[in-house]
């Protein structure tokens, strides 16, 4: 007797392949899944990689101090006073604490540090000009305009205006003396023989022909210029511009 086939159940077939997609989306999430996960690790690896590499390694380790703006004082002063480590990563380098160093030297005014990538430093300085001279017991100084001495010289340079202190003149008359000095106009300036100064408001101007401008503190400076510019036109020995909303004079030639 013959056997007849008998035919799949349609309900059969479509459950197969629903089986089928089922199984393909929970492997494609599972994939996708995975990929997150080994782009994370990876990305993990590489951020690890580079903060050693930058902090940590020699890769990127000081080979060098690069110095700029020096003309009174070495680059090799600079660098010997930086003392920055060779060979410590780039990174890790205490910028402030160079900055400090540097600035504790009497003729640098200011001093910028910075990373120079891939393995040098830079360090940029500026440096204090002098105003005038003060001598010392026969050691000529220079003063900035801050009343800063910062440097030693063999012999008073042309131009500068001397300052002669008393033995016990503070720091602080030193820089009532410099701002005095910056702001003298060039015309006064270079009929200057010499300043006294014996206090933060006794200051006094005397010119290269004998004369004496008495100019008291340096507040109002731009003011007093102004006023002895007309004053020194009178004829006297002693001109007080102190309070230069009252001058007077005294003396005669």
């Known amino acids: ?9 349609a309900g059969s ?15 494609a999430r599972r994939w996708l899944a995975w990929k997150y996960v080994v782009a994370l690790l990876v990305l993990v690896g590489l951020v690890a990689g580079a903060i050693w590499a930058v902090y940590f390694s020699s890769f990127l380790a000081v080979q ?3 110095v700029e703006g020096v003309s009174t ?13 060779s060979g410590e990563p780039l990174a890790r380098v ?8 540097v600035e504790s030297l009497a003729e640098v005014r200011s001093a910028d540090v910075t990373r120079q990538w891939p393995d040098q430093v830079l360090v940029t300085v500026t440096e204090r000009v002098a105003v005038a001279v003060v001598d010392m017991g026969g050691r000529i100084r220079g003063l900035d305009d801050q009343g800063v001495l ?25 820089r009532e ?7 003298l106009p060039r015309a006064l300036a270079g009929t200057v023989d010499h300043v006294e100064v014996a206090t933060v408001d006794q200051i006094t101007l005397v010119l290269e022909d004998g004369r004496t401008v008495e100019w008291g503190s340096a507040d109002e400076s731009a003011q007093k210029a102004e006023v002895i510019a007309a004053l020194l036109k009178r004829p006297a020995q002693t001109y007080d511009v102190s309070v230069p909303g009252q001058p007077t004079t005294s003396g005669t030639r």
């Open 94 to 101: 205490d910028l402030d604490r160079i900055r400090s160093r």
């Open 150 to 174: 910062f440097r030693d010289y063999a012999r008073a340079p042309a131009g500068l205006p001397r300052v002669q202190t008393q033995g016990d003149t503070r720091s602080d008359a030193l």
């Open 13 to 27: 077939a479509t459950t197969v392949r629903s089986r089928r997609r089922f199984a393909r989306r929970q492997w």
């Open 1 to 9: 007797m013959r056997r007849t086939a008998t035919a799949e159940p």
């Open 73 to 85: 004082i070495s680059a090799r002063e600079i660098r010997d006073a930086a003392a920055v480590p």
């Open 64 to 66: 060098g101090v690069r």
């Open 177 to 183: 003396a410099a701002r005095v000095v910056g702001a």
